[in-house]
């Protein structure tokens, strides 16, 4: 069944549209009906309708702006549009905004229940990955491919041979993105693991039709080398990824997020392999943003330091655990490691492999030079585990490293998100009175993807329309109290140009109209 929120200005609309919705009871529920797009947005889209069926020209927010900012948060969201208006713009940008049906009014049954029959056949394409073909072989460029991945320069051999193997890298540039479940591998059920090697892949090959990408698998995650002969948009991109994310989830439960490298033009020098760690560092930042979601490398600012490579699968899962912030499990992890080289059998290999232990631990700070000012220099800590006895000992200076490494890696991924968001907030203090300001342009102007934007939003409960429309109530709020100015007026200089819209915000937020709200005042 589908969730549905209902929109429209004329209360007589909405009753005829709930009762068609009522008739259509086993496939759609309401989920809540709005006058006016504004409140929509406020009260509506939080609630994560997979339909919107919406009055084009309305108060305040029309359907189709309400349509395009619900898209930011809810990739999947489906729409259908009612007008009593026949006008070539609202269809083109319907259309570009991928609405299922156009009604005129007045609202016929029968049309309705043809359109509600389309998008419960959209969403359930959307949602249904088990499309029931019989699975291809995996294609034999993966182990290549993974190679290209980790080389830190590629001979023309190689590339010669990528391209004998069907992996075609031309056009403008590639990127790599990472996708990784937000489940720990350890939880993961079998079916759960195979739909993220199967039904993931089906998923990126219908959105992603138009561009050349190549994958594989290294469990639980999926990599991808994305190819593209068209100039980036990282807005488009995000948008797409989040829309792979949001079909994935509602089909399988399972939630996932992407780490997406910068974009690297194929007319310039690059490496595959940081191309490949950077996506794979940028999903290390969910630990403070949360899950199901986006990141790109480039949003993120702040490169990670690097230190020696260990390729030890032993290694690698001991930094991967710090990595992600999992402190028990990766101190089990690391005792486990020095108990067993404690061992006779282990007697001439003993310092190297204790320093294999302490280079994949010292791997997972994202911050080496704060961490070697702060604690100890390299040196030091060297001959501090290696003078240590006993596995006991060893373990124990060790468990300190470990604590150092996540409280620094804590400070640095949630103050880098902070900063995010202070510049967001700075940015709507400064420009909250401009009446065409949008999320696009502001994130445009920030140099953020619109997708971080919305997560750097969302972790603190809030949302751009949320968030302006508070500070510009704070702000009504003053001049109410301390000016005489006519609220016309005031509505004016905090942004709004139609006094009534104006009220209704400051109704909704406030519970009081600007009227009433300044007697009151002036009464106490």
Not at 166 to 182: A, T
Not at 191 to 216: C, K, P, T, W
Not at 392 to 398: K, N, P, W
């Amino acid at each position: 069944m589908y969730s549905v929120i209902v929109v429209d200005d004329e209360a007589s609309v909405r009753e005829r549209i709930v009762s068609f919705l009522r008739k259509e009871a086993k496939s759609f529920r309401l989920l809540g009906e709005y006058e006016n797009g504004y409140d929509a947005l406020m009260y509506g889209v939080p609630k994560s309708p997979d339909l919107i069926i919406t009055d084009v020209k309305m108060p305040f927010v029309n359907g189709l702006d309400l349509i395009e900012q619900a898209q930011e948060e809810l990739p999947v969201v489906q729409s259908i549009i009612i007008s009593g208006f026949d006008s070539f713009d609202y269809a083109k940008k319907a259309i570009d905004l991928g609405v299922i049906g156009y009604l005129s009014k007045p609202i016929d049954y029968e049309e309705m229940a043809s359109c509600l029959g389309k998008a419960k056949e959209k969403l359930d394409a959307f949602f249904n990955v088990d499309s029931g073909v019989q699975e291809e072989e995996a294609p034999d460029y993966e182990g290549d491919l993974q190679k290209l991945l980790t080389l830190r320069d590629v001979p023309p051999s190689f590339s010669a041979k990528l391209r004998s193997d069907g992996i075609v890298i031309e056009g403008e540039g590639v990127l790599v993105v990472s996708f990784d479940p937000d489940k720990d591998e350890a939880d993961l059920s079998l079916e759960e693991a195979e739909a993220i090697e199967h039904d993931l892949s089906r998923l990126l090959n219908e959105e992603f039709v138009d561009l050349a990408g190549y994958s594989f698998d290294a469990p639980p995650q999926k990599i991808c080398l994305v190819v593209s002969d068209h100039p980036y948009d990282k807005d488009r991109f995000a948008r797409r990824l989040r829309l792979v994310i949001g079909r994935f989830k509602k089909a399988t439960g399972l939630e996932i997020s992407a780490g997406v490298s910068e974009w690297a033009p194929l007319s310039s020098s690059f490496s595959y392999r940081k191309l490949y760690r950077h996506s794979k560092w940028a999903l290390e930042y969910r630990t403070v943003v949360g899950d199901g979601v986006v990141l790109f490398y480039d949003d993120l600012q702040k490169k990670p330091s690097a230190v020696g490579k260990v390729d030890d699968n032993e290694y690698r899962r001991l930094t991967n655990l710090i990595s992600y912030g999992h402190e028990k499990e990766a101190k089990e992890a690391m005792r486990k490691l020095v108990k067993n080289i404690s061992k006779e059998e282990f007697r001439d290999s003993y310092f190297l492999i204790l320093n294999n232990i302490l280079d994949a631990i010292l791997k997972a700070c994202v911050a080496l030079d704060e961490f070697y000012a702060n604690f100890m220099t390299h040196i030091e800590i060297t001959q501090r585990v290696f003078s240590s006895r006993g596995p006991e000992a060893v373990g124990d200076f060790l468990s300190l490293i470990i604590d150092r490494v996540l409280e620094i890696n804590r400070e640095r991924r949630t103050g880098g998100v902070d900063e995010a968001y202070e510049a967001i907030m700075d940015y709507l203090h400064a420009h909250y009175r401009d009446r065409n300001l949008n999320l696009s342009g502001m994130a445009a102007s920030l140099g953020y993807s619109v997708s971080y934007v919305a997560v750097i939003l969302k972790r603190h409960d809030d949302s751009f329309t949320k968030a302006l429309s508070s500070l510009r109530m704070e702000e009504a709020k003053k001049r109410l109290l301390e000016s005489g100015q006519p609220i016309a007026e005031i509505a004016l200089e905090v942004g709004y140009d139609d006094p009534y819209y104006f009220s209704h915000c400051f109704k909704k937020i406030v519970g009081k109209s600007p009227l009433e709200f300044r007697k009151n005042a002036e009464a106490s």
